[in-house]
């Protein structure tokens, strides 16, 4: 068994060099004291005292903590010496005892601990929750004794216990089919060294525990369920379904009255008749350790006979079989009994074991041969059991362990059975954050005339995937946009490549006031990219904007001024005509409110509606007279020079006058928007439409929004003002949306 241990070495201390006897002072000041180094050698134990062997109990950071009449006097850092296995703390008063804290960087009590003010007490009374104790490895804790003077240079030892327990859970039984497995009152904090009997600490909350197999029942093995701080069982029970026998059953039992750290506490099943349970026992740590399976019955690989390729390994015991990630093929031979047969237990995508006769000798009597795909990231470790069994007796075990995917990827990206994602709609912003071991190199590629439509941003070991998006792109049309994520080597060839595809589109959009504003007003339903005047659709450019639609005919005007629309509903309601008056199709006798709604929730993904300061740059005030007809330039609230130029024009809608509309253009610089509407209807009635008074879809406010209140110039002359006033959520707006901010923009 590997040992798991550090040096740190108390060195002899070198003699200051003195003047001899009578010499004269020399004024300089008196040395300081000197630091003594220090060495222990760390062991993690078990239980019984044997050295641990888990990769989760390898040390990796160690800080002292010096208590001198119980006070925290120092806080003393571990300096690796460079060999690996020593390490050195030095103190320049090496008394009273030194509490040593190991993988302990996530328990952040230990950052409140201050030498000469903390006590020894509330050093004891440091707690913590399991995820903080296994963080890094697991916080092990020991207490070496000083005594000052006379240190000798040997090193001295120290046993490590872990501040944990864990619980392991074991079926032997082919029978049994274990389901769930639920643990009721676990502490969800204790602490963090060892202070005489368990305690828990007030702060604590009662939680349960459960793990549900689903549709892949744990059968004949032995698999850690849970991690737990150290307790006392203050009403802690264990509850067991299974399935046996044809019928489902409940197995209860309670925990110990005492869970210790350092203690691995397993759950047996057993289903046989009477006999039928599940026991509690304490043991070893490294008994059942999970960085092995667990051999409940004695198949084992012959690795002389066997194929097995560069990274695939064997276990000790040469029963369990670990197979990487990457496509590959093997060929075990087993050692079993004169005419075993081998039984394939458990299913892993795309993994394909086919069981062999052998007739070479006695031993070696079986074989299966193994063929493995690429397994992608996101996918988790997988096990297949190969059961030997002769004349109906099972006679051994080995179990193949598939390797998940060392690159792990999180958020909205999945990958499918093909190794590709296909969002099927447009989408932006962070889709992944991706994380990989060293040495992998992460990149994107993308087809030739394919713009970069992703990237990669480092965020401190990961990747952030975003998804970009660029402003007036003609090719925004619902095109498919492919780019691809490649997974390549220390020497940067390729060895995994994903596909990642979504739908280009947009709408064209216009930059002033430093925000990206849509050209035109929502019709249809606003999440459809389909119902709206897309980029290569645009009849005109910013700057003609406004003439163009002084001038188009009727039809054209009324497709580009857009529909109606009441909070909630997210289809348009249209102009239409009953032979008596104009009305808005669809409108209710109320709606919700943009105000408190979800800016996004009314407009096609990447899009929002506006808030107050957006609509806030093309005003001086929050009640604003613009003037009528003709052009002028005002200053904004925030100083900012604008143009207004306003136009009317006369219009005629499915063969009916339907009178006098604005054009609104705003300049800034040499950036152009277009503001025009059909105004607005205040009740479901036929008539009841404001042609003039566009109120504007505004999100943050509740009780107000920003308006249009305009009247034609033959009626009050000089009177179009920019509002922001209260209005009912029943009266229907104009909805104009504005772009959401994203990280990534190209192509610009």
């Given at each position: ?47 019984d005292g044997a050295d641990a ?384 071991p060293e040495g992998v190199e ?8 394919e713009p970069r439509w992703m ?294």
């Amino acid at each position: 068994m590997k040992r798991n241990s550090l040096f740190i070495h108390w060195a002899a201390v070198l003699p200051m060099l003195l003047s001899a006897a009578g010499c004269a002072d020399d004024g300089m000041p008196d040395a300081g004291p000197v630091a003594t180094p220090l060495s222990v050698r760390l062991h993690a134990v078990t239980p019984d005292g044997a050295d641990a062997a888990d990769p989760g109990s390898a040390i990796r950071t160690v800080t002292g903590y010096r208590f001198e009449e119980g006070v925290l006097r120092e806080v003393i850092p571990g300096v690796s010496s460079g060999s690996g296995d020593l390490y050195t703390f030095s103190s320049a008063t090496p008394r009273g005892e030194l509490r040593l804290a190991v993988n302990a960087a996530g328990v952040g009590s230990f950052g409140t601990l201050v030498p000469e003010a903390t006590s020894l007490e509330t050093f004891l009374r440091l707690d913590a929750t399991p995820d903080e104790l296994t963080h890094d490895g697991f916080v092990m804790t020991g207490t070496l004794l000083l005594d000052g003077a006379g240190l000798s240079t040997a090193p001295r030892s120290v046993n490590l216990r872990r501040s944990v327990a864990r619980i392991d859970l074991l079926s032997r039984d082919a029978e049994v089919e274990v389901h769930s497995v639920t643990i009721r009152r676990i502490a969800d904090r204790g602490y963090v060294a060892e202070n005489g009997a368990p305690a828990t600490p007030s702060s604590a909350s009662r939680t349960d525990f459960r793990r549900d197999y689903g549709d892949a029942p744990l059968v004949m093995s032995r698999e850690t369920l849970l991690c737990l701080c150290e307790q006392p069982n203050d009403g802690m029970e264990v509850e067991v379904v299974t399935r046996f026998d044809g019928g489902w059953h409940r197995l209860k039992n309670t925990l110990p009255a005492q869970l210790l750290r350092n203690t691995v506490y397993t759950l047996e099943v057993r289903g046989r008749g009477a006999d039928a349970g599940v026991t509690v026992t304490a043991g070893s740590w490294e008994e059942g350790s999970t960085a092995e399976s667990a051999p409940i019955l004695r198949g084992v690989v012959d690795a002389g006979a066997s194929e097995l390729p560069d990274g695939v390994r064997l276990n000790a015991a040469c029963d369990t079989v670990y197979i990487p990630h990457v496509a590959g093929a093997l060929r075990l031979v087993l050692r079993a009994e004169a005419g075993s047969e081998v039984i394939v237990d458990g299913e892993v995508r795309g993994v394909r074991v086919t069981p062999e006769r052998v007739t070479r000798g006695l031993e070696t009597v079986a074989a299966v041969s193994v063929t493995t795909p690429l397994r992608m990231p996101g996918t988790k470790d997988e096990y297949i059991g190969l059961t030997l069994a002769r004349d109906g007796v099972m006679s051994g075990r080995v179990t193949l362990v598939f390797a998940a995917n060392p690159v792990r990827i999180e958020g909205l990206l999945q990958l499918d059975e093909t190794g590709a994602c296909d969002f099927g709609r447009y989408i932006e912003g962070e889709l992944a954050r991706i994380s990989a071991p060293e040495g992998v190199e992460l990149r994107l590629e993308f087809a030739s005339g394919e713009p970069r439509w992703m990237a990669l941003v480092p965020d401190g070991d990961a990747f952030r995937l975003l998804g970009g998006w660029k402003p007036n792109d003609p090719q925004a049309d619902g095109r498919v946009q492919e780019g691809f994520l490649v997974i390549a080597d220390a020497g940067g060839s390729a060895v995994e490549r994903y596909a990642v595809r979504r739908r280009n589109w947009g709408l064209p959009v216009v930059n002033i006031g430093g925000t990206w504003w849509c050209k035109y007003n929502l019709r249809g339903d606003v999440s459809r990219y389909e119902d709206q005047v897309l980029i290569a659709d645009d009849p005109a450019g910013d700057a003609d904007l406004a003439d163009y639609l002084i001038a188009a005919d009727d039809a054209d005007l009324l497709a580009l001024l857009g529909d109606q629309y009441q909070a909630g509903n997210p289809q348009g309601l249209p102009l239409r005509h009953d032979g008596s008056a104009f009305y808005h199709e669809g409108m209710a006798s109320s709606g919700q409110n943009f105000g408190v709604l979800d800016p996004t929730a009314m407009a096609p993904c990447g899009y929002q509606v506006p808030d107050y300061d957006d609509y806030a740059f093309f005003t001086r005030s929050e009640n604003y007279n613009l003037g009528g007809v003709g052009e002028r330039t005002f200053r904004n609230a925030t100083g900012e020079e604008l143009t207004i130029r306003i136009q009317e024009r006369e219009t005629e809608f499915f063969g009916h006058a339907y009178g006098t509309i604005a054009v609104y253009e705003f300049r800034s610089g040499n950036s152009v928007w277009v503001l025009a509407g059909l105004g607005h209807q205040w009740t479901p009635a036929a008539g009841n439409i404001a042609r003039m008074s566009l109120l504007l879809a505004t999100y943050g406010n509740a009780s107000k929004t920003w308006m249009m209140e305009g009247y034609a110039n033959a009626d009050r002359p000089g009177q179009n003002w920019f509002k922001f006033v209260a209005n009912n959520s029943t009266k229907t707006r104009v909805l104009r949306c504005v772009k959401t901010p994203v990280e990534y923009i190209y192509g610009e």
